[in-house]
């Protein structure tokens, strides 16, 4: 009666969170009374249950959106400590005893590279236990409201169809488990309440209601029905679908929690709450569901009722979010095999993308832009698509783009001094409007001056300016410069202090984003080694923790530290207060109001963790980096990049880091002039380069292609191909020089608009490596020619 007359009276004058905190108290009252009826025979008492459930559904449903709470849960914090009290360790041991009973009696999983915790270790008092929940709580509301940008085996990834017989035996066989309902209702609850942090205890707290879930989910006697389930496949009966629907929810949303808040010594080490094994199977699981939910979005919307399709749609977007939080770990430390990922290829892209042809560029980007169900794919899920497919849909939609603008032909004229090349490059983007120019989109066509102000004989079709671009890129990411640092491993992040060095250093680190957008509109690899947690910031991913180690692997070994048992916080006198030195002087910074008057303590200990890494990768760079972001999205598209993860975009910006395949390189390259591929002077030549060490032959690369790397996906993929022609010393008798009749002095020149390599017939393999290594070495341009 309460609970209706709540329902038809709003209290509070209609406000959305006085109505949401007293119907959780109505709730957790209901709780309390029909938990002793919860579990015990009887047909009155199980429908009494129900009826219950049933009444909560209807009062959820009159909430006002998730979305709006969880904008002011500091307004209403009650909110917080109230999903708590409905999850408390009594409510949840009741609601899923049958759960965690048979989750005991399954085997534990292996570890396969580190041992588990001691059992014998003592285990933290109750109000120890608390603490720690609470400041993870704490913690990950932090981390929701910072980490903002500035601006199993093959079996488990393959969806090989289960074995009909074996589906139709365990369906026959198959109950709903005495669980089911309490999924239901935590299912209800945890949407309902909308915020993650809500979530932490429920997910930290001992025993390990995810583990429970997935022993159940992985147990052998369903193996079948699970796999036609993920699947899609018929004979799935209505109660295991139901299950198996709800089970996956809850799995998710828990997951999704401890993946958010765990560091990398957790899961890689410590393993917990999975090992890496149950991981990989997890992952394979996760990743066909969410890619069949997406495949069949517009077939559910139609197919079922609001309210159904809604709880599927739901189920998709948590199984992709924890397949997109496993994948970053994946690709900062690998854990699965290769091609553990992709979904094209087996049974179940032929099934759902049988009409696709991933080939076609041009298709598929008319598919892309018409959604459905390759649309959802490649913007939910992209790494199951292969890298080459994206690559070449990346290119492609710049085609478009460029046609859309009519900038196809259009060309942008700007003279450079090599002596200048970053002023006046600097100079020439800086006459461009705010916001961006259709010049950005257009052929960039680069005059070179030399040192005597004369024009060089170079005439640009795309190799001048693939070489001022490269040249340039190299000399304003030198550390030198003072707009970028290098982390230990060399890779580069904006300088914090980068003003120091340059008054207009957001002006030109706008620039920087510009050249850099502009390298990769064109397809030329440059050498760009950005670092992996600012390579986020371009995808609008957020940093985490474990980014740290990438940029300050000593700060980060220390924080780490800082959780071990070794470590007496109160005789490390922290406080949520940071110092930097900049010129001698030593500037104070507040990781929270007040922080310098806070001492790090056990109970806030996460949150010092967390707040002092978004303030190494976050906060230190905002100015430098929302200025580089201003000039990289005015050529490019931020959704465009999201088709990829950071080390994709790595490869796509600076290439693969492998010496010169040579045998690809040869059996793509055309001749010219007289030459052919069994010509002495061939056969030297590539003798010749194969023997090069690697510096050199990326100077060849230069030469010939003003590019120092390899195409990304080979030298299939380089337009035009590399042609070899001969030159003569301009003397008489062509086609006799072209035997090798006369000796030659002329050196080697290149015209790298076209890949061109212009190589005179030299009488010697010993002249040839002399002449070709004094060209590549030269730097001289054009003035060679």
């Known amino acids: 009666g309460h609970l209706g007359a709540c329902r038809r009276r709003p209290p509070a004058g209609g406000d959305p969170f006085r109505q949401r905190y007293i119907l959780g108290n109505f709730i957790q009252l209901g709780l309390a009374a029909v938990l002793p009826y919860w579990d015990a025979e009887g047909a009155q008492n199980k429908a009494l249950c129900m009826a219950w459930l049933q009444g909560v559904r209807h009062l959820l449903q009159d909430l006002p959106p998730a979305s709006v709470v969880k904008r002011c849960l500091d307004k209403e914090p009650q909110l917080e400590a109230q999903i708590e009290e409905l999850w408390g360790s009594a409510a949840t041991q009741r609601l899923f005893a049958a759960l965690f009973t048979e989750a005991a009696a399954a085997p534990a999983p292996r570890r396969t590279t580190s041992p588990p915790p001691n059992p014998n270790r003592e285990r933290p008092p109750l109000q120890d236990l608390r603490d720690t929940l609470r400041a993870k709580k704490k913690a990950l509301s932090s981390i929701l409201g910072l980490r903002k940008a500035p601006s199993g085996g093959d079996a488990t990834r393959t969806g090989a169809l289960p074995d009909f017989r074996q589906v139709q035996a365990e369906a026959a066989v198959f109950a709903a488990p005495a669980w089911l309902p309490a999924a239901h209702l935590s299912n209800l609850l945890l949407a309902s309440w909308g915020s993650q942090s809500c979530l932490v205890g429920p997910a ?184 080459d497919v994206r690559v070449k849909l990346f290119r492609a939609k710049v085609e478009a783009e460029r046609n859309t603008h009519h900038v196809q032909n259009k060309k942008w004229l700007v003279t450079i001094r090599r002596q200048y090349l970053v002023e006046d490059g600097f100079q020439a983007f800086s006459g461009l409007p705010e916001g961006g120019d259709a010049r950005l989109k257009a052929k960039l066509h680069v005059q070179f001056q030399n040192a005597q102000g004369l024009p060089e004989a170079g005439i640009d079709a795309g190799g001048v300016f693939k070489e001022f671009l490269t040249n340039c890129l190299k000399q304003v990411l030198d550390p030198a410069f003072g707009l970028f640092s290098s982390t230990a491993d060399d890779h580069l992040y904006p300088n914090p202090q980068s003003g120091i060095a340059h008054g207009n250093h957001l002006r030109l680190l706008k620039f920087v984003g510009q050249v850099t957008a502009k390298a990769l509109y064109e397809g030329i690899v440059a050498n760009v080694p950005l670092a992996g947690f600012f390579l986020n910031f371009l995808l609008q991913q957020p940093n985490s923790v474990d980014d740290l180690v990438t940029q300050d692997p000593e700060l980060f070994k220390n924080l780490m530290y800082l959780k071990s048992p070794d470590c007496d916080l109160e005789m490390m006198c922290l406080t949520f207060c940071v110092e930097d030195e900049v010129m001698g002087q030593k500037i104070k910074t507040d990781l929270r109001p007040n922080g310098e008057q806070i001492d790090v303590t056990p109970e806030n200990l996460i949150f010092y963790i967390h707040a002092m890494a978004d303030y190494k990768l976050n906060q230190q760079i905002a100015q430098q980096t929302r200025a580089f972001l201003q000039g990289f999205y005015e050529v490019l598209k931020p959704q465009w990049l999201q088709m990829f993860d950071r080390r994709e975009l790595s490869l796509l910006m600076s290439g693969e880091s492998r010496d010169l395949n040579v045998a690809d390189l040869r059996q ?114 054009f003035e060679l020619s």
């Open 668 to 781: 793509h390259t055309v001749y010219a002039g007289g030459y052919s591929s069994d010509h002495r002077v061939i056969k030297d030549f590539w003798s010749v380069l194969e023997h090069m060490n690697s510096e050199q032959q990326s100077k060849f690369l230069a030469f010939v292609t003003s590019c120092p790397k390899p195409p990304l996906l080979g030298f299939e993929n380089l337009h035009p191909p590399m042609c070899i022609r001969c030159a003569d010393d301009g003397e008489g008798g062509g086609l006799a020089r072209t035997l090798g009749v006369r000796d030659v002095e002329r050196l080697p020149t290149a015209s790298t608009c076209f890949n061109l390599l212009k190589l005179p017939p030299y009488r010697t393999k010993r002249q040839l490596r002399e002449k070709l290594l004094y060209s590549i070495n030269a730097g001289s341009g």
């Open 204 to 387: 930290f707290r001992r025993p390990y209601l995810v583990t429970a879930l997935w022993a159940w989910l992985s147990a052998p006697r369903h193996a079948g029905l699970l796999t036609a389930f993920v699947d899609g496949q018929a004979g799935v009966p209505t109660q295991a679908e139901e299950a198996f629907r709800a089970a996956f929810t809850l799995f998710c949303r828990l997951y999704t929690t401890f993946l958010l808040i765990s560091d990398g010594k957790e899961f890689y080490e410590v393993q917990n709450p999975f090992p890496l094994a149950s991981v990989t199977a997890i992952s394979g699981l996760l990743i066909r569901l969410a890619f069949r939910l997406y495949a069949t979005t517009d077939q559910l919307r139609h197919s079922l009722t609001p309210e159904a399709a809604q709880q599927w749609i739901q189920l998709r977007d948590l199984a992709c979010l924890t397949v997109t939080q496993l994948r970053d770990r994946d690709t900062r430390r690998p854990f699965v095999p290769e091609g553990h990922w992709l979904i094209h290829g087996t049974p179940l892209w032929d099934r759902h993308m049988r009409n696709v042809d991933v080939h076609d560029p041009a298709a598929l980007v008319a598919l892309l832009e018409g959604g459905g169900g390759f649309g959802n794919v490649v913007a939910s899920l992209p790494h199951s698509v292969p890298f």
